[in-house]
Each structure stands twice: as structure tokens, then as C-alpha cells.
């Protein structure tokens, strides 16, 4: 088997899978209590938390551990909102992913919502953002890196327009965690968002960055771990995990890791490009992740494709894995303006440091094997390809 589809979620890492061992064994104790089974567990979630702080150039008391990014978003969404009652408008874009939107939606009756459109690119204005932030905007929240199409906004500067407009900022890194350096040490974000499983931990642990200062309001409420910020005992195993996932995806990025995988991915692309025509590249080539790449092959149903290369072995995705199963045009790709047809067309290839040369070939050449396959069953007339072996 082959694996790219990275974006959706990663294999755990050997040596993180051995960092938690211990944790799944004889070092079962809660970290709340005060023997020492249960202080070498309190221990381990104070080494996790410094790691993760350092991942993301943060103070430690920064660092709020939770299940998952979905809850981490929320969780930004909800303090802010609720810290400052008196402010009703949030700023987004059209590309968020639901756990943002679909929250603020569902759970904040009331609540307007600015969405900020994306060109044809992926990005948004800079000079729309300016507008759209208003007297009673209590947050921004703006995706670092999209999940589908790889494409990286300019949270940098987002992030200092809100500032000086006096609105909270948060913004989801969970598909940029661990591809691209994260420095929160300017202070211009105040929520952030991250996801173990997208860089080599375990699925059912995330963590959300809150700065020194900023409003907050815990979304679980209970015993009062996490200093208060998030009830519930401690996932220890998982902790631990994030935390040595956090350590070796910084000595990949300090290693030329983003060298490492956009030489797979481009590479890749290349191959595809020459070797299958009709193929179009969807997003900034330019401002985007170094792991992902787009695709869209005309006269291609991406479900078929999907089937076809499953049947050899590979994996790939048709867009976000949170919308697998939905026959409908991706909203991303028609927010970026592309027609229902090349939307349906499109492919995500997502590598990771796990993958090698060699599966970039191979999988190259399956991809285009599938491709010249489908457009000669298609020209002789309809056809539908099933899933079921």
C-alpha cells in the first residue's frame, strides 16, 4: 500500500508510538493525584506541555491540551464570543473548515458572520479584511493552511490588521502543524489551533495556543484541569504523544523538512503533468503547504479515480476527508471559482517525511494508469465504477 493522503491524517510515528507506550501500561496513574504513579503521570504531561510550547515558540502556560482540533476551534470561538457579549460579528472566510463555521453557526444564535471571499488562488484580500472588521467584531478567525488545496493565507499580516483593530484573532494551523515553521512569539495571534494526528500522533489529541492576556472561557467544565481551561482527566498516552510528535516534527523543519517533502511533491506534479494531459494545478502554486498538491484531470470523475487506484494499492482523496462520500462539487474549489465540473475532477496528493522516491514513482505511475483507463471506458460510452471487490 501506498499512502498520500497525508492532509487527511498521518501514520503514527514509531518512536511516538514508543513515547506513549508506557503510558497504555504500567504508567496508568491521574495525573491529579498525589502518589507517585500519579505524579510521574503529572510529569509527563509538564515535559509534553514545555514541548509543545517550544513546537510553537509559546510560553507553556500558553498551551491547553484537548481532543482534537475541532474542539480546540470551538473552544477559541466560544471565548471569544462569550468573553465579550457585547460584540456580535466574527470574521471568517468562505474555505474555513465546519468546525469553525458550523459551530458558529449552530451554537452562537444571534452571531453575524462576515465570510470573506478567496480568488481563483485560494487567498483572500487583505484590503476586504480591513473592511469587513467592524466596532463589535470580536473575532477574526482566518485558516493558516486549507485542508484540500494546501494553500497558505498570509496570517502574518491578518493577524496584526486585527490586532490594531482591537478584535481577537484566531487562526486553525491544524494542516500546517508540523509542515511549516510556527513562531507565536510576535503575540498578534491569540488563538491557535493544532491536531496530533495531522503530524504523526495519535488521532484523539490536539491542543489550542491561548496568549497571555487574551479572554478566555472553558467550552468543558468539571474538575478543572488544565489549570481550569479544559475539565476532564488528562489523556496522558495521548499527551505524551503530542508532545514527542511536537519534538521530531521541529528537528524535521530544522533539517530542511520543507525541502524534503515539496521535492515529493513537485515531483510528483511533474510526472502527472507530462504524463497525463489535461491536467490543471488548482491554487497558488506559490503560497501553499509543502506537502500538498491539487489536481484536476478533464474528462475525470474523481470518484472513479479514487476506486480505481484504491484497487492498486493506493490511497488518495478526492478533497477533505471530513466530506468523503458526499457526491457534490467541493465548496472550496467553487469558492475559489472553478466550475462543478473541474471541482469533481480533483484530486489531493499529500506526502509525508514517511514517504519515499520511490512510492512518489510508483504512485505516479498508477495515477496516470487510472486516468488513461477511465477516459478509454468513457469514450466508448457511460460507465460506473463500484467500490465493492
Known amino acids: 500500500m501506498i499512502y498520500l493522503d497525508n492532509n487527511a491524517t498521518t501514520q503514527v510515528h514509531p518512536e511516538v508510538a514508543k513515547a506513549m507506550g508506557p503510558f497504555l501500561s504500567n504508567e496508568y496513574g491521574n495525573p491529579s493525584t498525589g502518589y ?17 510550547a517550544e513546537f510553537l515558540n509559546s510560553d507553556t502556560e500558553e498551551i491547553v491540551f484537548t481532543s482534537c482540533g475541532t474542539e480546540s476551534d470551538n473552544t477559541a470561538i466560544f471565548s471569544a464570543i462569550t468573553a465579550m457579549p457585547e460584540k456580535r460579528h466574527i470574521v471568517t472566510t468562505s474555505i474555513e473548515h465546519s468546525a469553525v463555521i458550523a459551530f458558529a453557526k449552530a451554537v452562537m ?49 491578518a493577524s496584526l490588521i486585527t490586532k490594531e483593530s482591537g478584535s481577537l484573532f484566531h487562526t486553525d494551523a491544524v494542516n500546517a502543524a508540523g509542515k511549516i515553521p510556527i513562531d507565536l512569539s510576535a503575540g498578534n495571534i491569540d488563538f491557535l489551533s493544532i491536531s496530533g ?38 489523556a496522558v498516552a495521548q499527551i505524551v504523544a503530542l508532545g514527542k510528535a511536537a519534538v521530531l516534527a521541529t528537528e524535521r523543519l530544522n533539517d530542511q523538512g520543507q525541502e524534503k517533502l515539496s521535492q515529493m511533491r513537485d515531483a510528483l506534479e511533474q510526472n502527472l503533468i507530462k504524463g497525463i494531459k489535461g491536467t490543471h494545478r488548482n491554487g497558488s502554486s506559490r503560497f501553499r503547504l509543502p506537502n500538498t498538491s491539487h489536481l484536476s484531470f478533464d474528462d475525470v470523475d474523481a470518484g472513479d479515480l ?43 496528493l499529500s506526502v509525508s517525511s514517511m514517504n519515499t522516491d520511490q ?9 496516470i494508469e487510472c486516468v488513461e483507463k477511465i477516459r478509454s471506458l468513457r469514450s466508448d460510452g457511460p460507465v460506473i465504477f463500484s467500490s465493492d471487490k
Open 36 to 52: 507517585d504513579l500519579g505524579r510521574r503521570s503529572n510529569e509527563a504531561v509538564k515535559e509534553a506541555r514545555n514541548q509543545v
Open 197 to 234: 494526528h495531522k503530524f504523526h500522533a495519535p488521532k484523539g489529541i490536539g491542543a489550542l495556543y491561548v496568549r497571555k492576556g487574551a479572554p478566555y472561557k472553558p467550552l468543558l467544565i468539571g474538575g478543572g484541569q488544565e489549570e481550569g481551561k479544559r475539565a476532564g482527566t488528562e
Open 109 to 157: 444564535p444571534g452571531l453575524e458572520i462576515t465570510e470573506l471571499p478567496v480568488n481563483e488562488e485560494g487567498i483572500i484580500s487583505l484590503e476586504d479584511l480591513k473592511d469587513a472588521i467592524r466596532k463589535d467584531t470580536a473575532l477574526v478567525t482566518i485558516m493558516w493552511a486549507n485542508n484540500e488545496t494546501g494553500v497558505c493565507q498570509p496570517i502574518e499580516e
Open 306 to 348: 479514487l476506486i480505481l487506484a484504491n484497487d492498486k494499492g493506493l490511497c488518495i482523496a478526492s478533497g477533505s476527508a471530513c466530506s468523503t462520500g458526499k457526491r457534490e462539487p467541493s465548496r472550496i474549489m467553487k469558492a475559489m471559482g472553478h466550475t462543478d465540473e473541474r471541482a469533481l475532477s480533483s484530486i489531493r
Open 359 to 367: 512510492e512518489i514513482e510508483e504512485s505516479s505511475k498508477i495515477i
